[in-house]
């Protein structure tokens, strides 16, 4: 069975951006696995770092097992992920232990340092997959096979610098929309933080209407995930698109995965 590897900053990312795709494709038969870089640790005002990210933990976890996910805890703390060889080594362990045809990440530019860092590591690691000169942490060999790295839609639908995002291709995520909400649900102690801090009143709805807005703006579906496709070289033989191949399944365009310029 094919498998999927969602690559987040912090335990709550995926939920926002990728699990109603994972949820497609876990329909369709693949295997699903869920790794937040970050520990969650900086996400409260009210407990301190440790209990906040013993807390995030399980949320993450349950969250994970809502999905039908395996489950990687995190290797690093909020504001602490960047760009580097230790971390890139970490990172390339687990995509070598999973050996994903898809790896799901975020956007390359995004509103926050976590997120840009998560993809380049997501990038690069799916990269060293099957090179065997490059020494994971802990050590795994190469895992060989093409990979498709996709990115999601960033937070705000733009860059840091305001400028608007689109996606290459929409994944209808209305059937498993309710699903996706009670997977977020699951990170009960992120309401009051985002709320303070980024002024959402609710983490739910602000969810909800990205959703829509993809809906929308693939004029086809009520909600939607838009991604961006990585270019291919590097990482697999051939221009491959499997979120097309595997979504793109009903030509009544019902439940499908379809190119933003169609």
Not at 43 to 63: Q, V
Not at 127 to 152: E, L, Q, T
Not at 187 to 199: I, M, T, V
Request: glycine letters at 8%.
């Amino acid at each position: 069975m094919p498998a999927v590897l969602a690559l987040a900053a912090h335990p709550d990312d995926i939920e926002y951006v990728m699990a109603g795709t994972l949820l497609r494709l876990r329909a369709r038969g693949w295997e699903l696995h869920y790794f937040n870089l970050c520990s969650g640790n900086c996400g409260s005002l009210e407990m301190d770092a440790t209990t906040t990210a013993r807390t995030r933990l399980g949320e993450a976890g349950a969250a994970a097992a809502l999905l039908g996910a395996h489950f990687h805890p995190p290797i690093v703390d909020d504001l602490e992920l960047a760009y580097t060889t230790p971390l890139l080594r970490r990172v390339t362990a687990v995509v070598r232990t999973v050996n994903p045809a898809v790896v799901l990440t975020h956007a390359p530019v995004d509103y926050m340092e976590d997120h840009m860092a998560a993809a380049r590591l997501a990038v690069t690691a799916a990269f060293a997959k099957n090179i065997p000169n490059f020494h994971s942490d802990p050590p795994w060999p190469g895992a060989p096979g093409d990979v498709a790295v996709y990115h999601a839609m960033p937070h705000g639908l733009r860059g840091p610098l305001r400028e608007e995002i689109e996606p290459d291709q929409y994944v209808d995520t209305t059937g498993v929309h309710e699903t996706k909400l009670a997977a977020l649900a699951c990170h009960q102690s992120q309401q009051g933080w985002l709320a303070a801090s980024q002024g959402m009143n609710s983490y739910l709805q602000a969810m909800d209407d990205m959703s829509r807005e993809m809906g929308r703006r693939s004029r086809r579906f009520t909600h939607a995930e838009g991604w961006r496709r990585h270019l291919h070289l590097g990482l697999a033989q051939a221009d491959i698109d499997p979120l097309a191949l595997e979504l793109n399944v009903d030509p009544t365009g019902i439940g499908a995965a379809f190119p933003a310029s169609t």
